[in-house]
């Protein structure tokens, strides 16, 4: 099935997308026995590839951790899923120099046969995204480092700015990172207000690790959180909606992603901070149960004038201040 060469440039292969793979799996792959594929390491080990092997009857192999493959060998369902993250990448403006990622864009299509390269440009041709995009690019150099306290359970020192412009100093224990809407946020322990608190990362002034170490609880949801928190964020519009329908339908109607659901004894109440409106209004128009703006004024407005210019485009006469009475 297999030549010598493609043999070895497959075993490679496998070992690259693999973090440790048997000799009994590398033979089962290529068709061959277990004495052929330690021939097959050798050479590779002879060609400078650090490829380390574990003997005995489960013996495995693995390449080094942190060595750097020239050329990377990518199947044509990798080298997709490359492009489709690098695209997405970009277009959600995630913190990362866009000169690396072009960068890294060109250097996978370099090496890409004709076939795949085409395939690759048709997706780049056919496919928008459609992005809720931050009111100005967000060069955030505190997600990776941020990440890493998340992982290491870290504390951190933070000079974070309000959204009113203050100005304060902090211990801080990252418990997750959320991306959401354009921006991200970080939930965790603040010493300082002595909570549980959500920050957006765009107003962190400085960040510096500390030598603390903390324990995260077990059943913290980051993004459960981060979205609490800006169901009462400041400096936002404040939505509040009654939902005259059953709680499970409620749930079923706005993702978690699109604000909070509570039940309570008029019905249930869906609260978010909102940036924008225009598209708020577009889903409340087209849920099939009867909702009750109760704030901000802005929305209550914007359903009107959304009402009227339907009336209008469907060629029926508004009948006076009877719209203008009703949201």
Known sequence: MYSPTER?????????????????????????????IRRYIVMLQDMGFPIESERGPYGSYQLQRGYKLPPMMFTDAEAIALELGLLAIREFRFPVDVAAVEGARAKTERVMPDKLLQQVHALQEAITFNVLQPPE?????????????VQQKRQVNLRY??????HTERKFDPYG????????????????????????LDRIV????????????????PLAHVLKSLSTWPGTEQVEVLMQTSLEKAQQASAPVMGTVELTDEGV????????????ACFLLYLDF?????????????IRRMAARGIQMAGDEPTGDKLTNRA
């Open 8 to 36: 070895l440039l497959t075993l490679l292969a496998l070992l690259q997308s693999n973090q440790q793979m048997s000799g009994t799996e590398l033979a089962r792959r290529l068709e061959v026995d277990k004495r052929s």
């Open 177 to 200: 990172i959320v991306f959401h809407e354009g921006y991200w946020y970080t939930a965790g322990y603040c010493h300082l207000r002595e909570d549980v608190r959500t920050f957006r």
């Open 206 to 221: 400085s960040l510096e690790w500390d030598k603390q170490s903390f324990e995260r609880p077990d059943d913290f949801d």
């Open 269 to 280: 109440i869906f609260r978010r901070a909102a940036y924008q409106l225009e598209w708020l």
């Open 290 to 302: 009867p909702v009750i703006v109760r704030q901000p004024d802005a929305l209550r407005t914007m």
């Open 161 to 166: 700015q309000s959204w009113g412009g203050e």
């Open 137 to 149: 690019q967000l060069q955030n150099d505190y997600v990776a480092p941020l990440s890493l306290a």
